[in-house]
C-alpha cells in the first residue's frame, strides 16, 4: 500500500460493499415495512441484520451471493499483487506487504465462508457470517495498530483515525446480533466501513500525492494533525448526508404508495350498499335469528321432558 493506488484499491472495495450493504438493508426494511402496513400485497420476509446481501430471485430462484464471492475474489488479487510486489531477488523483503497480505486472507475467508454457508455446504446460523467479519476486522485493527513504527507523526495520526471506525464497525456488530430487526446498527455498522473507505483514499493523496494539483503534506509540521482531523471529520459529515440521501431516495417508492392509498376514493375503500343489499342482510339476520329462537325452544322442552321423566 505504499502508493496511492496501493491506499484507492482497498477504499473502493470498502466503500463498494459499504453501499451495496447499505442499499440491501434499506431495500429489504422497506419493503417488509410497506407489506405490515398493508401498502403492498407481495410478501416479504421479516427484516434481520446481517453481513452478506444475496442478490435474490435469479433463473433459478436461489439468489446469488454475488457481494461474498466479490469480496473473496478482489481480496485473492490483493494477496497476489502483495506477493509479486513484495518479493526481490526471489526473497520477500517487504514486511509491509506481508501484512496487507493477512489482512486481504481475512476479509477473503470471511468472503469464502459466506458463499459456502448461502449454498448450505456449511451448515450453521446466518449469525456465524460476524463472526468471520469480526475476525477481519480485528485482523486489520492490529495490523495498523502495530504498521507504523518508524512513520512520520502524520502517518501515524491518519491510520489511527481508521482503528476508530474499526471499532465501531465492531461494537455495531455486536449490536446487531443481539437485536437482529433494528437496522440501525447495521446502518452504522456500514457507515463505519463506508468512512474507511473514502478515509483510505484520503490518506493515498495526503502521503503519496499522485497529481500536481494535490497538495503536499508535511509529514512533521504541527498544524497537519488538526488540519486532518477536520478533514476526518468532514469524511464522517460527507458520508452520512449520503446515507440520508440514499434512505430518502429509497423511501420514496413507499412514499408513492402511501399517496396512492391515501388518494384512492373514499367509494373504493368502503362500497356503498344499496338498498336491495340492506334488504338481503336484513333477511339472513332474520332468519338467522328465527332459527336461533327454534333450536333454543327445542334445548327447553327437551330438559323439561327430562326433569318430567325424572
Given at each position: 500500500?505504499?502508493?496511492?493506488?496501493?491506499?484507492?484499491?482497498?477504499?473502493?472495495?470498502?466503500?463498494?460493499?459499504?453501499?451495496?450493504?447499505?442499499?440491501?438493508l434499506?431495500?429489504?426494511?422497506?419493503?417488509r415495512?410497506?407489506?405490515e402496513?398493508?401498502?403492498?400485497?407481495?410478501?416479504?420476509?421479516?427484516?434481520?441484520?446481517?453481513?452478506?446481501?444475496?442478490?435474490?430471485?435469479?433463473?433459478?430462484?436461489?439468489?446469488?451471493?454475488?457481494?461474498?464471492?466479490?469480496?473473496?475474489?478482489?481480496?485473492?488479487?490483493?494477496?497476489?499483487?502483495?506477493?509479486?510486489?513484495?518479493?526481490?531477488?526471489?526473497?520477500?523483503?517487504?514486511?509491509?506487504?506481508?501484512?496487507?497480505?493477512?489482512?486481504?486472507?481475512?476479509?477473503?475467508?470471511?468472503g469464502?465462508?459466506e458463499?459456502?454457508?448461502?449454498?448450505?455446504?456449511?451448515?450453521?446460523?446466518v449469525?456465524?457470517?460476524?463472526?468471520?467479519?469480526f475476525v477481519?476486522?480485528?485482523?486489520?485493527?492490529?495490523?495498523?495498530?502495530?504498521?507504523?513504527?518508524?512513520?512520520t507523526?502524520?502517518?501515524?495520526?491518519?491510520?489511527?483515525?481508521?482503528?476508530?471506525?474499526?471499532?465501531?464497525?465492531?461494537?455495531?456488530?455486536?449490536?446487531?446480533?443481539?437485536?437482529?430487526?433494528?437496522?440501525?446498527?447495521?446502518?452504522?455498522?456500514?457507515?463505519?466501513?463506508?468512512?474507511?473507505?473514502?478515509?483510505?483514499?484520503?490518506?493515498?493523496?495526503?502521503?503519496?500525492?499522485?497529481?500536481?494539483?494535490?497538495?503536499?503534506?508535511?509529514g512533521?509540521?504541527?498544524?497537519?494533525?488538526?488540519?486532518?482531523?477536520?478533514?476526518?471529520?468532514?469524511?464522517?459529515?460527507?458520508?452520512?448526508?449520503?446515507i440520508?440521501?440514499?434512505?430518502?431516495?429509497?423511501?420514496?417508492?413507499?412514499?408513492?404508495?402511501?399517496?396512492?392509498?391515501?388518494?384512492?376514493?373514499?367509494?373504493?375503500?368502503?362500497?356503498?350498499?344499496?338498498?336491495?343489499?340492506l334488504s338481503?342482510?336484513?333477511s339472513?339476520?332474520?332468519?338467522l335469528?328465527?332459527?336461533?329462537?327454534?333450536?333454543?325452544?327445542s334445548?327447553?322442552?327437551?330438559?323439561?321432558?327430562?326433569d318430567?321423566?325424572?
Amino acid at each position: 500500500m505504499g502508493t496511492f493506488a496501493g491506499h484507492a484499491l482497498p477504499g473502493s472495495f470498502f466503500i463498494f460493499f459499504s453501499v451495496w450493504g447499505l442499499w440491501d438493508l434499506l431495500r429489504r426494511f422497506y419493503r417488509r415495512r410497506a407489506y405490515e402496513l398493508h401498502l403492498s400485497s407481495t410478501p416479504e420476509p421479516k427484516y434481520y441484520n446481517r453481513v452478506s446481501s444475496p442478490l435474490t430471485g435469479g433463473c433459478n430462484g436461489r439468489g446469488l451471493p454475488l457481494d461474498s464471492m466479490l469480496k473473496a475474489i478482489t481480496c485473492l488479487i490483493g494477496i497476489t499483487g502483495e506477493v509479486i510486489t513484495g518479493f526481490k531477488d526471489g526473497k520477500f523483503v517487504h514486511i509491509g506487504n506481508i501484512q496487507h497480505c493477512t489482512m486481504y486472507s481475512t476479509f477473503a475467508l470471511s468472503g469464502i465462508a459466506e458463499t459456502l454457508m448461502y449454498y448450505g455446504i456449511i451448515k450453521t446460523s446466518v449469525q456465524v457470517e460476524y463472526v468471520f467479519n469480526f475476525v477481519a476486522l480485528l485482523s486489520e485493527g492490529f495490523l495498523f495498530l502495530f504498521h507504523l513504527h518508524g512513520r512520520t507523526p502524520l502517518d501515524i495520526y491518519l491510520h489511527m483515525l481508521l482503528l476508530g471506525m474499526i471499532l465501531l464497525a465492531i461494537i455495531s456488530g455486536f449490536a446487531e446480533v443481539y437485536m437482529r430487526d433494528q437496522p440501525i446498527y447495521a446502518i452504522v455498522r456500514n457507515w463505519s466501513i463506508l468512512v474507511q473507505g473514502t478515509w483510505f483514499w484520503q490518506v493515498g493523496a495526503i502521503l503519496y500525492p499522485a497529481a500536481s494539483w494535490m497538495p503536499v503534506w508535511d509529514g512533521i509540521s504541527k498544524e497537519s494533525i488538526p488540519a486532518a482531523a477536520n478533514l476526518f471529520c468532514y469524511h464522517l459529515l460527507v458520508d452520512f448526508v449520503g446515507i440520508v440521501l440514499l434512505a430518502s431516495v429509497m423511501s420514496l417508492r413507499l412514499g408513492r404508495i402511501d399517496f396512492r392509498a391515501a388518494a384512492k376514493p373514499f367509494h373504493t375503500q368502503h362500497p356503498e350498499h344499496t338498498i336491495e343489499d340492506l334488504s338481503a342482510d336484513m333477511s339472513t339476520e332474520m332468519t338467522l335469528y328465527a332459527a336461533s329462537a327454534e333450536a333454543e325452544d327445542s334445548r327447553t322442552m327437551f330438559n323439561t321432558a327430562a326433569d318430567r321423566s325424572t
